[in-house]
């Protein structure tokens, strides 16, 4: 399990969020979930605390995975849809059957992975045919600001295992998604990525 360092930070992590959520991460939060088609069996990679769960509809039925016995924990004294499970497991390799999910997303996640290509494989493998895949993410934006995301992510990934120059997008189209969508806020930095598998 590569989350080790989520169990040192799960103690503070929805403390350190709460300012971002109130400015936009909430909002922004809400607005991927909405992207899930109504009825659909959903896949959550890397609940984290559970951040994600007010804003599940509340007939939502499906599962959330977290690889960090430390945000799980706290994940698990959040209140989440009665039909939603949470497991323990890593977005690169899923305990689930070809096609279990109608529907999957993440919401800062992919920025933490090693390997985001094994992820994506994994989604392809897990959603149906057709399938929405949607995509919280931190990125690197384009412009001059890109070169400054270089430099940060020197720091950031020995410092919290966060990517801070990935291009999700390109990437999950690299991997063989669908890529339908990007809704970019905040000079780029954050996109809201909508696939499809
Ligand atoms: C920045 S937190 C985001 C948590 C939550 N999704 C949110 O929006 O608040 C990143 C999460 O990715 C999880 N993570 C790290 N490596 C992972 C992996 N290989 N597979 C799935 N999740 C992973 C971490 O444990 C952590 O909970």
Redesign the pocket.
Known sequence: M??RT?DDLAPHYDKA?RPLDRWFLARL?ATALRYLPEGARVLE?????G??FVFYPTNTVGVA????SG?LRLAREKEKPDRVRLIQS???HLPFKNNSFDAAF????F????RPAE?FSELRRVVKSGGPVILLEHVRPSGLLGPVFDLLNLITVPLF??HFNRRTAEEAQANGLELVKVERSLLGIINLIACRV
């Open positions: 590569p989350a989520y969020m939060r990679l890397g609940a984290g605390t951040l994600n995975t977290e690889p960090s945000m890593c977005a690169e993440a919401t800062l996640v920025c933490s992975l090693a992820a295992d966060d």
